[in-house]
């Protein structure tokens, strides 16, 4: 028996964990002088609240090996081994803490970088819970997890220039001008690394980026699996571009709500887009 381990990025919720019998350990925030556990102690709503009282937009830092060996022990004793899966490695220092942790159990946890963030690592964590719960081997769900990350694409719209800005990503002048001009900055997942994909002018703009998106990769790829996930204010938009994608052939797997770790850099507003092929 397999058991499988993912972080609190892939924002999963408790109902989603459930179903496929995963384990999520938190990041965490630092918040007014308070380590907090992202999804348990502190939300993205709570963030932009704080934030929106004149406190600094606040710190991330991942999980300790402790940490982690204490999942990989409390798995071990109801499975045989343990798969991990968790943020991108270029983002995060998550998977590294996971494969130290791992050193100490004998070849029976295996880490995954899934090379991606949030809806993008949740669908990973989906379809491997999907594979164990269907009987297979380890190397078999691994190597399944690499075919279909290899063709997976996603898609962040950014509804505020400030987060970035606070978090010193963009310089001021730039996050001033590009919110007179009502940018929408969109980025993408490349090599595990969180890169621009381009800006748009207006929400209705980003609207039909997304929508663009989505019929290109059905396009190359045929049939798709769909995810999306919005941090607090960006429902509405998430709502609307699940409307306009009804006609294309897009199993939808649901949607996530962005937690505290991801909030802290996007701000509220934003909207996601993860795609990966049926098989």
């Known amino acids: 028996m397999i058991a499988l381990i993912t972080d609190s990025t892939s924002d999963l919720s408790k109902e989603y964990l459930e179903r496929i019998g995963a384990v999520s350990v938190p990041l965490y925030v630092l918040l007014e002088g308070q380590n907090l556990k992202d999804g348990i102690e502190i939300s993205s709503k709570q963030i932009f609240e704080a934030v929106e009282r004149g406190v600094k937009v606040p710190s ?20 045989d081994e343990v798969l991990s899966i968790h943020i991108s490695g270029a983002a995060s220092g998550t998977v ?60 962040f719209g950014v509804d505020t220039l400030d987060y970035l800005k606070k978090n010193g990503r963009i310089g001021g002048a730039q996050a001033m001008i590009g919110g007179l001009l009502g940018i929408k900055p969109i980025l993408k997942i490349a090599e595990g690394r969180i890169d621009a994909a381009g800006r748009v002018r207006g929400n209705a703009k980003l609207m039909e980026a997304m929508v663009e998106f ?15 996930g919005a941090t607090p204010g960006g429902e509405g938009k998430l709502s ?40």
């Open 240 to 279: 609307e571009l699940r409307s306009k994608l009804l006609g294309l052939p897009l199993e939808d797997l649901g949607s996530v709500t962005v937690g505290a770790v991801v909030s802290v850099h996007a701000g509220p507003g934003a909207l996601e887009l993860a795609l990966e092929p049926v098989v």
């Open 214 to 228: 989505a019929k290109a990769y059905v396009q190359t790829h045929g049939s798709a699996r769909v995810m999306y």
């Open 96 to 155: 590294q803490s996971a494969r130290l942790a791992a050193q100490d159990f004998g070849g029976k946890v295996t880490v995954v970088d899934s090379e991606s963030i949030t809806a993008g690592l949740a669908m990973q964590v989906l379809r491997a819970g999907e594979l164990i719960k269907q009987g297979k081997s380890m190397s078999e769900v691994v190597s399944t997890l690499e075919g279909v990350r290899a063709r997976m694409d996603f898609r």
């Open 60 to 79: 991330t830092s991942q999980p300790s090996p402790a940490e982690f060996a204490g999942a990989y022990k409390s798995a071990l004793e109801r499975a």
